[in-house]
C-alpha cells in the first residue's frame, strides 16, 4: 500500500501536470506483459496468457487504452533497486516490441530505458519524465549500415506495414484522409526503397533511410530519397499531390524507426506479396466493388492458369496487383532456370495492369519495384469505357491493343448498384450490352441498336475476350449466378460461340466473409478460334 500512495499515485499525478492524459493511463488494473514470446502469440490470438503486471501504462491516444499494438511507455516501481529495475523493464520491453520508452523510478530518481532504431537501449539516468510533446524516437549509438539491414519474415513485415497503417499515419497532423494517408504512406515505402538501394550500392557508407540525431534531419534525408525517386521513375507520380510526403516531421521520424533495419530490396516475392496485404485490405472501397482477393484463392488461381516465359498476362481490374505479383511469383517457381536478369525482363514486357484508382496503381508499382521490377505497364485507367481512351487515357490506347494478350486474369468489381449505363456500353461499341430477345425455337438473338445496363463484372467479359489471343485464356471471379441462373441465360448464349469454358475453381463463401456474401467462382474460359 505505502508504494502505491507513496509513489505511484504522486507520479501519477506529476504526468498529468506534464499534459499527459489520465484517460491514456492504465494502472487500475494493472497492464499485463506476456511472459514469453509463445505468450505474446496467445495475446495475439484472443487467447488467456501467462504475464507480468506493470504498474503504470501509457498508450498513444485515451480511445486506445488497452491495446497491445499502441503502448508507448511502461512504467516499473516495484523493483528492490535501479539496475534491477532496468533489467526488468529491458526484458518486458523486449516482449513488448512496440513500446519505445521504459521508466524506473523510487519516487525520486528517475531513469529513462529508450529503444533505439538499431534494436538496442539507451539508458539515461537521473533524468527527466518526458512530455507528450516530447519525441520517445532515439537513434542508435553507430549509424546503420547495409550489412545490419535484417531480412524480415511476413510476420514481421505485416506487423510493421500494419503499425505504420494504424499507429503512425492515424495520428499524423497534416493527412487525415485515408486515401491521402496510404498515398504518403506508399511514397515513404517508395523512399525507403531508393534508401535500400543507395545502401547497396554504397555499403560502407550509412543508409540515408533512418533516424537520424533530430527529427528535422530524418524528414530532410526520406523528402531527398523521395525526390530522387521522382526523377528515377516518372510514371509514379502522376498528380500534383505527389510532388512531396505529406506528412510531418514526427510521423517521418516515427515511420523511419519502425522501417529502417527492416530490408525492402531483394526480399522474396512471397513475404512482400502476403505483407502487401495489409495496404491492399485498406484500400478497398466496397461502395466501389472492390472486394479484397485472399492469397489462397490467388494463388491457387494463378497455378490453374500455367504461366510460361512465352505468355503476356494482364490484369484489366488489377487493383493492387495481387494477379501480377502472384503471376511473376509462380513463373519464377515453376522455371527455375530463368535468371533474374530475365525474370525483370519478363515483368517488364510481359507483366500489364489497370486500375482506375491512383491509389490502387501506385501500391502495384511500389509492390512490383519492391521485388525487382514489373511497374512499367501498370497504368491509371478506366479499361471499360474505352471510347475515354483519347481524352482521359491516352496510354491505354497502346497498352490495351486487340489479342494482345494470352492470359487475362482479373477480379472484377462487383455489385449490384455496379452497373456500366446503356449509353457508355453503346459508345464503348460493346455488345454484350444490347437487348437480349428469345425466339421461338427457344435461341436468343440481340438486338443491333437497342443497348441495357450490365454489371460491371458482364462487361469485363466482353473487354477480356477482346484482348485476349486466339486461344488465349481467361481467367475470372464472377458471381455464380451469372453461370448458373436461369435469368442470365442470356449470357451463355453470347458466350458460346466466344469463350469456351475449360474449368471451375469453388470459392467458399467465407472467402470474401466481411466485404460481400455473393457466392463467386473462379471461371476458366479459352478464346475459340475463328
Same mark, same amino acid.
Given at each position: ?96 516490441? =512496440?513500446?519505445? @520508452? ?5 519516487? $525520486? *530518481? &528517475?531513469? %529513462?530505458?529508450?529503444? /533505439? ?115 528515377? =521513375?516518372?510514371? @509514379? ?5 505527389? $510532388? *512531396? &510526403?505529406? %506528412?510531418?516531421?514526427? /510521423? ?125 505497364? $501498370? ?152
Amino acid at each position: 500500500m505505502s508504494e502505491h500512495t507513496e509513489v505511484r499515485l504522486p507520479l501519477i499525478d506529476k504526468l498529468i501536470k506534464l499534459g499527459w492524459d489520465k484517460n491514456q493511463l492504465q494502472f487500475e488494473p494493472e497492464w499485463r506483459v506476456p511472459k514469453t514470446p509463445s505468450d505474446a502469440s496467445k495475446r495475439e490470438l484472443g487467447q488467456s496468457f501467462k504475464s507480468f503486471p506493470i504498474d503504470i501504462a501509457i498508450f498513444d491516444h485515451p480511445s486506445h487504452v488497452g491495446e497491445y499494438e499502441h503502448l508507448q511507455i511502461i512504467i516499473e516501481t516495484k523493483a528492490p533497486d535501479k539496475n534491477e529495475g532496468v533489467n526488468q523493464l529491458k526484458i518486458y520491453m523486449s516482449l513488448e516490441p =512496440h513500446v519505445l @520508452l521504459g521508466i524506473w523510478t523510487n519516487g $525520486t *530518481d &528517475i531513469t %529513462l530505458v529508450y529503444r /533505439t532504431s538499431d534494436g538496442k537501449f539507451d539508458v539515461q539516468e537521473k533524468a527527466a519524465i518526458p512530455k507528450p510533446t516530447d519525441s520517445l524516437i532515439r537513434a542508435g549509438g553507430e549509424k546503420l549500415k547495409w550489412t545490419d539491414l535484417e531480412d524480415p519474415t511476413t510476420s514481421d513485415l505485416k506487423k510493421t506495414f500494419k503499425r505504420l497503417l494504424n499507429v503512425v499515419v492515424a495520428r499524423d497532423t497534416r493527412s487525415t484522409r485515408r486515401d491521402d494517408q496510404l498515398n504518403n504512406l506508399c511514397n515513404v515505402i517508395l523512399a525507403k526503397l531508393e534508401g535500400d538501394k543507395a545502401a547497396k550500392h554504397s555499403p560502407d557508407d550509412p543508409i540515408p533511410f533512418q533516424v537520424w540525431d533530430t527529427e528535422e534531419q530524418t524528414d530532410k534525408a526520406i523528402r531527398e530519397l523521395f525526390q530522387g525517386m521522382r526523377r528515377s =521513375h516518372k510514371d @509514379l507520380f502522376v498528380t500534383d499531390a505527389d $510532388t *512531396d &510526403i505529406n %506528412l510531418d516531421e514526427h /510521423t517521418l521520424h516515427t515511420c523511419a524507426f519502425e522501417l529502417s533495419k527492416c530490408k525492402l530490396m531483394d526480399t522474396p516475392i512471397s513475404v512482400i506479396s502476403e505483407a502487401f496485404q495489409i495496404f491492399r485490405t485498406s484500400s478497398l472501397k466496397s461502395e466501389e466493388g472492390q472486394y479484397y482477393t485472399p492469397y489462397p484463392v490467388i494463388r491457387s488461381a494463378v497455378k490453374l492458369m500455367e504461366i510460361k516465359p512465352t505468355d503476356t498476362v494482364l490484369d484489366p481490374a488489377c487493383g493492387t496487383g495481387g494477379f501480377l505479383l502472384e503471376s511473376y511469383r509462380q513463373l519464377i517457381e515453376r522455371h527455375p532456370t530463368m535468371t533474374s536478369s530475365d525474370a525483370i525482363k519478363w515483368a517488364n514486357r510481359n507483366l500489364y495492369g489497370v486500375d482506375k484508382d491512383r491509389i490502387n496503381v501506385k501500391l502495384t508499382k511500389a509492390i512490383m519495384l519492391t521485388i525487382g521490377d514489373g511497374s512499367t505497364n $501498370t497504368h491509371l485507367g478506366d479499361s471499360i469505357r474505352k471510347h475515354l481512351w483519347n481524352s482521359y487515357y491516352p496510354e491505354l490506347q497502346g497498352a490495351l491493343t486487340k489479342e494482345s494478350f494470352t492470359y487475362v486474369i482479373t477480379n472484377p468489381p462487383f455489385g449490384k448498384g455496379l452497373k456500366v449505363s446503356k449509353s457508355d456500353a453503346k459508345a464503348a461499341g460493346l455488345t454484350i450490352s444490347r437487348k437480349p430477345k428469345r425466339e421461338k425455337d427457344g435461341s436468343i438473338t440481340f438486338s443491333k441498336t437497342v443497348h441495357e445496363e450490365r454489371e460491371i463484372g458482364i462487361i469485363f467479359l466482353e473487354r477480356c475476350y477482346e484482348l485476349l489471343a486466339c486461344n488465349g485464356r481467361l481467367g475470372i471471379i464472377l458471381p455464380e449466378t451469372y453461370m448458373f441462373s436461369p435469368s442470365y441465360s442470356w449470357l451463355r448464349f453470347w458466350l458460346h460461340d466466344k469463350l469456351e469454358l475449360k474449368g471451375m475453381l469453388n470459392i467458399p463463401m467465407e472467402a470474401f466473409q466481411g466485404f460481400c456474401r455473393a457466392k463467386t467462382n473462379f471461371y476458366i474460359f479459352e478464346k475459340l478460334g475463328k
